[in-house]
């Protein structure tokens, strides 16, 4: 952030004999490179509010958020005694069915897992959707998850398949 002091002169309008009137003010300004190469000059309050677009500009995907929200929610239920999917989903003013949705996240292989808690944050909407993984997470086989998974990665074209997702058959 920049400080200018800057002159800026008005003579008064009846006399053009006295001298001129100096006002100085002082304000800040950021300069922002933009996108043609160019540059902008912004007053404070608006270099701060173009920060706070950036910052939310590059989120972790909703997926990724949902599966840490999952495990938290599981912890929850082991750590409380005589706690229950319903009165946790009643304490956090959310269905039991959505809570069910959330719980089932955590059926998916660990090797799925480990790649959507490594998602790289996203500007915009996510590649990969919770409602894509509903399905594959009802599967029982792991096997099967990972292959359904990979698919629905590849069908998403801004990122990349996993190479090495080698899962033996869980029992």
Same mark, same amino acid.
């Given at each position: +952030? ?60 909703? @997926? ?34 959505? +809570?069910?949705? @959330? ?12 790649? @959507? ?47 090495? +997702? ?6």
């Amino acid at each position: +952030m920049v400080k200018l002091k800057y002159p800026e002169v008005l003579f008064a309008k009846d006399d053009a004999e006295k001298l001129p009137y100096v006002l100085r003010d002082e304000f800040s300004f950021g300069i922002v490179r933009a996108g043609n190469g160019g540059k902008r000059l912004f007053g404070e309050e608006a270099l701060q509010a173009l920060r706070e677009v950036e910052e939310r500009r590059f989120q972790p995907p909703n @997926i990724q958020t949902l599966l840490k929200t999952a495990q938290t929610l599981q912890k929850a239920l082991e750590s409380r005694p005589g706690a229950s999917q319903a009165k946790l989903a009643r304490e956090l003013g959310i269905t039991r069915a959505r +809570m069910t949705q @959330i719980l089932n996240l955590l059926n998916l292989s660990p090797e799925i897992q480990d790649y @959507i808690l490594s998602m790289p944050p996203v500007n915009g909407k996510s590649p990969i959707s919770e409602r894509s993984l509903r399905q594959i997470a009802l599967m029982e086989s792991r096997r099967k998850q990972v292959e359904m998974f990979r698919l629905l990665v590849k069908s998403c074209s801004n990122i990349t398949v996993p190479r090495a +997702m080698n899962v033996p058959e869980r029992p």
